[in-house]
């Protein structure tokens, strides 16, 4: 099991940047993938970005590519999101999420069993 801990929300006005950072404990990330999700007011659950963590190749959901940037700080088990031109549909609560996901899968959610408690994201007009 991996204990994931996210932290870097908060209130930012519209194109601004944040960078959440997820702090992962527990078993080894060796074979997993690592992602974030979001979920808005009254929306699903929606794939956000992931990372591979053995090999650091990244995929993105297409309402952020070009503005959203996964990585990862192998020593200290940490995986961070740089959010950037930050719109109010950007406005979710974000979960760190790992999975021993594999490429056809990696943006599904039954892709990862190991969630984090989530950080809140708003975005003001």
């Known amino acids: 099991q991996v204990q994931l801990v996210e932290s870097g929300g908060g209130t930012v006005q519209a194109g601004g940047s944040l960078r959440l950072s997820c702090a992962a404990s527990g078993s080894t990330l060796g074979s997993y993938a690592v992602a974030w999700f979001r979920q808005g007011p009254g929306k699903e659950r929606e794939f956000v970005s992931s990372?591979?963590?053995?090999?650091?190749?990244?995929y993105y959901g297409d309402s952020v590519k070009g503005r959203f940037s996964i990585s990862r700080d192998r020593a200290a088990s940490t995986i961070y999101l740089q959010m950037n031109s930050l719109t109010p549909e950007d406005t979710a609560v974000y979960y760190c999420a790992a999975g021993r996901a594999i490429v056809s899968t990696i943006r599904t959610l039954n892709a990862y069993n190991n969630w984090g408690q989530g950080t809140q994201v708003t975005v003001s007009s």
């Open positions: 990372i591979r963590w053995m090999n650091g190749a990244t």
